[in-house]
């Protein structure tokens, strides 16, 4: 990922902590490992960990004996990543020895076959490792045999690789990134809410209700969409760890994976050169703040617009959307030093079952800012684009599901990135870091090569994809879907909301 945006300029407008790594280097350079090991492990788990350890010290990483990583009161230490191999009674469980829940990442290693099956559908896989990570009360599992080893992670996914010790390589590009980016829900203090406050009758809301319905029918019948998994039927070791896994997350009754989210019309002003007049009179007669964004040829400074969208809410099942309690508003408001972000949940919504906000609340928000920062800076390089008007008339579609776009199946117009970058979460700071900055690289990409910008494509290695721009949500699920009965497809034309772009 290239420097387009600084780290100081992340934190203004995202509140991305200005320690957060971004690069594999950096991820490595902040790693602090432990092994902390069962009463009991087999020669296989004694093998691998020392692998482990061998692979992380030639990539320069210390792993921490027991006494550097604990303090006084025998907690870890926060940001101690602990490798926990082996089986556990519940009073040595590593959870048991956090100072909280999200101050430190907790990797269970097995020995035995990961509880997948070859023929499982992506639900059920993802169903078979949040059941474990909450039986287990850790953040990864690795699962060892004696040709391969296998990392499983919150959102489903899934990597082998087919070697029982792990290389330094393998350490590095894979196990590191999913280390140092941990999935931590938006907290209260972090966003202001207004329950009940989303107006559910206008004739806007019903606009952008029915590309919601639409795009639900047209994925529903497509098993990469994950929907749901309930924290219900999980197994836990005992209603204490029932109620830690609650507390993690934020008293949520399941996970629902990916979303889909429409971004409201924004009308934002032409960006200029970082040394023109323009910014004296900008600071004197605009309210908002500017960020400084660097292109290959040039710096540019660009108006910063509040944001907002309409998305799916936590939780609900995307195949079967109820507009009315399934949908929120999430924004992006800027001030002089900080941007804050706030939500809105539906008319009737009472604070009592009230929504609670995305794990995906910070990745969507930066995408929709990056929507506008790129249409700021095509209205100076790109006038005659399309891009701008229609943000300014429509809107954006942002569409998220933990796959992969075969390459024929992609917009005309939309540009791909993200493909290089660390496989960390989209629930993480490093992943709203990626879908700003991508962004911009995409644009970049669509300039250079003359082409009109539509929108991008952020590929999330190990993990998922994203598909952001003009497309209404229908348009874009039929794109994505293109063996859906004939009927719906039917259904999704005549409803359609957006005019020919």
């Known amino acids: 990922m290239s420097n387009t945006i600084s780290s100081g300029a992340l934190h203004q407008l995202l509140g991305i902590p200005l320690d957060t790594p971004l690069s594999i280097d950096e991820m490595c350079r902040r790693l602090k490992p432990l092994i902390y090991p069962a009463p009991v492990l087999t020669s296989r788990l004694e093998l691998f960990c020392r692998a482990l350890v061998t692979a992380m010290q030639s990539l320069d990483i210390t792993v921490l004996s027991g006494e550097e990583a604990s303090g006084t009161d025998g907690r870890f230490a926060p940001g101690t990543v602990i490798f926990a191999p082996g089986y556990f009674p519940d009073n040595l469980l590593a959870i ?6 999200y101050n430190n990442i907790i ?10 099956t070859t023929d499982a559908l992506p639900q059920q896989r993802l169903d078979a490792i949040v059941g474990r990570l909450a039986r287990d009360m850790v953040h990864i599992l690795i699962f060892v045999t004696d040709r391969s080893w296998t990392i499983c992670t919150m959102n489903g996914g899934v990597v082998t690789f087919n070697t029982p010790y792990p290389s330094k390589e393998d350490v590095r590009s894979t196990l590191v990134p999913k280390l140092t980016a941990q999935v931590v ?3 209260p203090e972090e966003l202001d809410i207004a329950y009940g406050q989303l107006k559910t009758d206008t004739p806007e809301f019903k606009a952008v209700a029915d590309d919601f319905l639409q795009c639900s029918a047209l994925w529903s019948s497509n098993s990469s969409l994950l929907t749901h998994t309930s924290t219900a039927g999980l197994e836990y070791r005992s209603d204490f760890y029932k109620r830690i896994v609650a507390r993690y997350l934020d008293q949520r009754s399941g996970m629902s994976y990916g ?3 429409r971004q409201l019309p924004v009308t934002v002003q032409p960006a200029f050169s970082s040394g023109s007049a323009d910014r004296v009179t900008h600071n004197i007669n605009q309210p908002t703040g500017l960020v400084e964004i660097s292109m290959k040829q040039k710096t540019l400074l660009v108006h910063l617009p509040d944001v907002s969208v309409i998305t799916t809410r936590s939780g609900c099942r995307k195949h079967n959307l109820d507009p009315k ?9 800027h001030g002089h030093d900080r941007s804050r972000i706030y939500l809105k949940t539906p008319e009737g919504c009472s604070q009592a079952n009230a929504a609670k906000p995305s794990f995906d609340t910070l990745t969507i928000l930066a995408h929709a800012l990056g929507n506008a920062l790129a249409a700021s800076i095509l209205m100076t390089l790109r006038p005659e684009t399309s891009f701008p008007g229609h943000l300014a ?5 942002i569409t998220h599901w933990h796959d992969y776009p075969q390459s024929e199946l992609l917009p005309e117009g939309y540009f ?3 493909e290089k970058n660390p496989p960390v979460s989209c629930s993480t700071p490093q992943s709203a870091a990626y879908s700003l900055c991508g962004k911009i690289e ?3 990409n669509a300039l250079e090569h003359g082409i009109d910008y539509r929108g991008d494509v952020h590929i999330e290695p190990n993990h998922g994809t994203n598909i952001v721009g003009m497309l209404s949500l229908a348009e874009t699920a039929e794109l994505m879907n293109p063996l859906t009965p004939e009927f719906l497809l039917q259904e999704t034309r005549r409803m359609a909301i957006y005019p020919d772009a």
């Not at 008339?393 to 579609?397: H, I, L, P, T, V």
Request: glycine share 10%.
């Open 325 to 333: 309690k399934d949908l929120v508003e999430i924004g992006l408001m």
């Open 96 to 101: 048991n020895r956090v100072a909280t829940l």
């Open 259 to 261: 979303f889909f989210a």
């Open 442 to 444: 995409a644009l970049e």
């Open 416 to 418: 791909l990135h993200g």
């Open 185 to 187: 829900p938006p907290r």
């Open 393 to 397: 008339r429509f809107g954006a579609s």
């Open 107 to 116: 990797v269970g290693i097995y020995d035995e076959p990961a509880p997948i």
